[in-house]
């Protein structure tokens, strides 16, 4: 296991047992829906952040974002609807799915071709996503 997974799951395993019974009532008591505001103001000062173009200011704010996505991910966990793990799958098939130029021998002539492309392949996700 390499230092960065050794380190997420740590994290992981910070933010569970913060939501468990010996844990904190603040993280306990949040629902996806009382952490919307937190997800908005954490996110504006990201980009608060990376406006004043600060190094530290910039990793402190992902550190929060990145907080609030496992704590969002535990939360739906708990009701047995998904975990970080479903998570980070579903977001690592986009990525590969949306770059067809990096993982399969797709090549584009143009930075114009390639956004069309990506245009394309993210009208049919959600014209897939519609039919379900």
């Not at 929060?64 to 579903?90: A, G, M, P, R, T």
């Not at 986009?94 to 002539?109: A, L, N, Q, S, Y």
């Amino acid at each position: 296991m390499s230092k960065t997974e050794e380190k997420f799951n740590n994290f992981v395993r910070i933010v569970e047992k913060l939501r468990s019974e010996e844990g904190c009532p603040w993280d306990r008591d949040q629902t996806a829906g009382s952490l919307r505001r937190y997800l908005l103001e954490e996110t504006q000062e990201t980009l608060e952040a990376i406006n004043d173009n600060d190094p530290h200011h910039i990793k402190e704010e992902l550190g929060d974002l990145l907080y609030l996505i496992v704590l969002l991910s535990q939360i739906h966990h708990e009701k047995n609807l998904f975990n970080i793990s479903e998570v980070i799958d579903e977001i690592s098939q986009k990525m590969v799915r949306r770059h067809p130029h990096v993982f399969e021998d797709k090549t584009f002539g143009s930075a114009e071709e390639l956004r069309d492309q990506w245009l394309e392949i993210k009208r049919n996700e959600k014209s897939a996503k519609d039919k379900t």
